[in-house]
């Protein structure tokens, strides 16, 4: 976006004491800022009341505070809501708000979790996933990460205290921006959400795993595997013809090793293409060295894709293959199914003259959705 100013909140502490100091300006009034910004949410730089006029005039000549306009929610205040926002280019993104959420990681909890989006549009191809139908449009900056939490909080009047990025995306391909997002989120100067309850979930972009396996802050890692074996993830997630399993669970343990941390695998149980017996046996080798925690996720309908989602007696014996092998493992109970905000139903959203549709599926991939 050529001529857009940056957004503040993505300023991480320490850019905006280096920016200050360019500016000849002590290293407290940085952090003035950020309690302006994170703490009182101001909207306005003139709300800054304890910065010069010259200050202020100088912070809006450098930076603007938000960048997305609220376009709409669905959901009622006590089941999930998914919010779509508009951004500055026009394109739209959707954020999904999920109260307590036992089904995720089956503690009891009253925890508002919030689902972010990291791009919009996605490249990656999985054939059963609503997110990549209609490609990829753009990476979202690290401002427009951390404002969708901001914005949420301001319109549920509510503290977030769970943040999964499970949104449109490919979290692990717009590493430099989540790697920004997500220090100004657990920055106590900035958001202030602990690194644990944050979760990067990935289809298996090994080198950016075992660079997250470097970062300083503890963010909890979820491997969407889908696929117990590289015949049936090739067919499904193009991602692994570039990282095959192998690749992938080198990657793996040596996040294991570095951080001493369980990982989750996500699995959807997809009928006739994964959800085979043998599949859950293959499975369970896989997590077991690793500790890896498994959520079977019963597939989402996907507007004209054909894929379905197995019996819940199949469900039920591919989860007790896990368990008898030591696996721990739960199966998912999705919400938000009725409002296309669950796993895999957020779609691109472009606007016409008729108001904000969905982007129409190529045509080639409606019948691939058959396989
Ligand atoms: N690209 C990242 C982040 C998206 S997370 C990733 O793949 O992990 C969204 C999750 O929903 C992923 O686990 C994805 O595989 C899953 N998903 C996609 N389509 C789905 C569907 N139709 N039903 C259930 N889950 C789906």
């Known amino acids: ?70 376009a709409s929610v669905t959901g009622s205040k006590d089941t999930t809501r998914k919010y779509l926002f508009k951004l500055r280019d026009g394109r739209y993104v959707e954020t999904v708000l999920i109260p307590a959420n036992p089904a995720l990681y089956g503690e009891k909890s009253d925890r508002l979790t919030l689902c972010v989006s990291s791009q919009v549009g996605c490249a990656y191809d999985c054939k059963f996933c609503a997110s990549g139908l209609a490609g990829f449009t753009r990476n979202l900056t690290a401002g427009e990460i951390v404002e969708q939490v901001i914005a949420v909080e301001e319109l ?31 920055s106590p100067q ?62 793996l343990q040596h996040w294991y090793e570095l951080r001493k941390q369980h990982l989750t695998f996500e699995f959807i149980l997809i009928e006739g293409v994964n959800n085979s017996l043998d599949q859950a046996r293959h499975l369970a080798k896989l997590a077991r060295p690793l500790r890896a925690k498994v959520n079977l996720i019963p597939y989402n309908t996907v507007d004209g894709l054909a894929w379905e989602r197995p019996s819940e007696a199949r469900q039920e014996a591919f989860l007790d293959v896990l368990l008898n092998a030591g696996v721990v493992a739960t199966l998912r109970r999705e919400k938000g199914h009725d409002i296309a905000a669950a796993c895999g139903q957020l779609r691109l959203k472009q606007e016409t003259a008729e108001g904000i549709i969905e982007s129409p599926i190529p045509e080639k991939r409606i019948t691939i959705g058959a396989a």
């Open 190 to 251: 900035g958001v202030g959400i602990g690194a644990r309850h944050m979760t990067v979930s990935t289809s298996g972009v090994a080198p950016n795993i075992r660079k997250l396996a470097e970062f300083p802050l503890q963010v909890r890692l979820a491997i969407s595997l889908h696929g117990a074996t590289d015949e049936v993830r090739d067919k499904i997630m193009p991602v692994n013809r570039k990282y095959p399993l192998k690749v992938l669970f080198e990657a």
């Open 156 to 186: 549920a009047a509510d503290r977030i205290d769970n943040l999964v990025f499970m949104g449109m995306g490919e979290p692990l391909a717009n590493f430099t921006n989540l790697l920004t997002a997500v220090t100004v989120l657990n």
């Open 1 to 70: 976006m050529p001529g857009d100013l940056p957004s503040l909140l993505e300023a991480t502490q320490e850019s905006l004491v280096g920016q200050f100091r360019v500016w000849n300006e002590p290293a407290f009034r940085a952090n003035q800022v950020l309690d302006w910004v994170f703490k009182r949410r101001v909207r306005s730089f003139d709300e800054m009341t304890n910065l010069s006029r010259v200050l202020r005039t100088k912070l809006a000549e450098a930076y603007v505070l938000r960048t997305m306009e609220f």
